[in-house]
């Protein structure tokens, strides 16, 4: 099955500095690639997807990038603020969706 | 529209007992997960169903048993709940395709004793 490893475990960051954490995926058939920020004791939510025939896609001050041939993706959150603190994780889908461990992003003010 | 709704919240279980966690959507959802989410290990895919009346394993499907018996719910079971089985247990559905939003439902937190 899909193997999905994310990197860095933990990030803190200044406000207003930028935050990237990337992932790798292990099935080339995997074809959409989400990512959703879990607010402590809340539901994940999805803050952004890119599909494989797309290289990157932006939204706001949130991108992701993918280069499906060294089988990795990344997000990156520009201008950080306080409340983007939250854990991040990324996920890779052929039909089952497979979830990376997770990132715990601190931004401090 | 409620969207995901998971039933029970909380439960506290001893060794050896059995029960089960309800998932309900009202989005005509094909699509439908359970993953668990034990601190640094992120969300590890249990079970799914790709639409009524199919399940499929997912990483973790050691100890618990699925069914979609209807299209609008998903039922896991743990029959002989262990203390391993302690963590927070999150429900998904997905639209017609596999490339899309996963909905979560608000988790259920289940302690094993």
């Not at chain 1, 935050?19 to 099935?27: F, L, M, N």
């Not at chain 1, 990324?90 to 990376?100: I, T």
């Not at chain 2, 034990?38 to 048993?65: C, F």
Request: glycine fraction near 10%.
């Amino acid at each position: 099955g899909e193997n999905v490893e994310q990197h860095p475990s933990t990030l803190s960051v200044q406000e207003g500095d930028s935050a990237v954490i990337k992932c790798t995926y292990s099935d080339s058939a995997s074809n959409y690639f989400p990512w959703y920020k879990q607010e402590l004791g809340k539901r994940p939510q999805l803050i952004i997807d890119i599909r494989s025939n797309v290289g990157e896609k932006k939204d706001q001050r949130i991108a992701v990038t993918l280069n499906k041939t060294a089988k990795h993706f990344s997000l990156h959150i520009t201008e950080t603020q306080p409340e983007d603190s939250a854990v991040y994780f990324c996920a890779a889908s052929r039909g089952d969706m497979r979830f990376g461990a997770g990132t715990r992003l601190t931004v401090k003010p | 529209n409620a969207g995901v709704t998971q039933t029970p919240k909380f439960r506290v279980l001893k060794t050896g007992q059995s029960m089960t966690l309800l998932c309900a959507q009202d989005m005509n959802h094909e699509y439908m997960y359970w993953y668990r989410q034990d601190p640094g290990m992120g969300l590890r895919l249990i079970h799914y169903s790709v639409g009524e009346g199919t399940t499929a394993k997912g990483e973790v499907p050691d100890g618990y048993n699925v069914s979609r018996l209807k299209k609008q719910n998903f039922l896991l079971g743990l029959e002989s709940a262990a203390p391993s089985q302690t963590s927070v247990y999150f429900c998904a559905s997905q639209g017609l395709v596999s490339t899309g939003e996963l909905f979560f439902g608000e988790g259920s937190r289940l302690t094993v004793l």
